[in-house]
T-cell receptor, first 114, second 114 residues
Framework: DAGITQSPRHKVTETGTPVTLRCHQTENHRYMYWYRQDPGHGLRLIHYSYGVKDTDKGEVSDGYSVSRSKTEDFLLTLESATSSQTSVYFC?????????????FGPGTRLTVL | GNSVTQMEGPVTLSEEAFLTINCTYTATGYPSLFWYVQYPGEGLQLLLKATKADDKGSNKGFEATYRKETTSFHLEKGSVQVSDSAVYFCALRVNSGGYQKVTFGTGTKLQVIP
């Protein structure tokens, strides 16, 4: 298994509070991704990173920001959590750009916003 | 835009039954097609892929053939096991500028009973 961990694995928070999710990899892969998984929607890309300090938006980036100060860490921040951000969040990594065939997924973080 | 349509689940089968999970797609250009599997509490894992028309992807007894004429990539297995119980995602990948955009289907839950 690829070395990807996510923390926390579960979190319950209240509307309006900031939340940061962490993805940590030990594979030294260049690309990292944040997805959210919701019933009826599959997985949707929030943000991705193509190198340290290099990030770009995905299809559902509103309300989220990311940072990557080191190759191994990719942080997802909800500045002011809303109930619509209740979801399961997955981090993924890949050596080359894009494509699920090259991506390895973390175990997920279940976030509940009350 | 690109889209992936999967049959709705859950699909419940008895052990050793034949499995088909339908997947159809719409895409601009020439996509690569994938099936991912997600076991309970885990992230997605690549199951198989096909990168051009008439290619057949196979892995762990699962197969899917890239049918360009019907824009389909149906997943099949001749004899399912209880351990195959999981959620299955069909996905496509196309080039989109400098990034290879991935579109996931909504997932189909498979439950195999002894």
């Amino acid at each position: 298994d690829a070395g990807i961990t996510q923390s926390p694995r579960h979190k319950v928070t209240e509307t309006g509070t900031p939340v940061t999710l962490r993805c940590h990899q030990t594979e030294n892969h260049r690309y990292m991704y944040w997805y959210r998984q919701d019933p009826g929607h599959g997985l949707r890309l929030i943000h991705y990173s193509y190198g340290v300090k290099d990030t770009d938006k995905g299809e559902v980036s509103d309300g989220y920001s990311v940072s990557r100060s080191k190759t191994e860490d990719f942080l997802l921040t909800l500045e002011s959590a809303t109930s619509s951000q209740t979801s399961v969040y997955f981090c993924a990594i890949s050596e080359i750009a894009g494509g699920p065939s090259e991506q390895f997924f973390g175990p997920g973080t279940r976030l509940t916003v009350l | 835009g690109n889209s992936v349509t999967q049959m709705e689940g859950p699909v419940t089968l008895s052990e050793e039954a034949f499995l088909t999970i339908n997947c159809t797609y719409t895409a601009t250009g020439y996509p690569s097609l994938f099936w991912y599997v997600q076991y309970p509490g885990e992230g997605l894992q690549l199951l198989l892929k096909a990168t051009k028309a008439d290619d057949k992807g196979s892995n762990k007894g699962f197969e899917a053939t890239y049918r360009k004429e019907t824009t389909s990539f149906h997943l099949e297995k001749g004899s399912v096991q209880v351990s195959d119980s999981a959620v299955y995602f069909c996905a496509l990948r196309v080039n989109s500028g400098g990034y290879q955009k991935v579109t996931f289907g909504t997932g189909t839950k498979l439950q195999v009973i002894p």
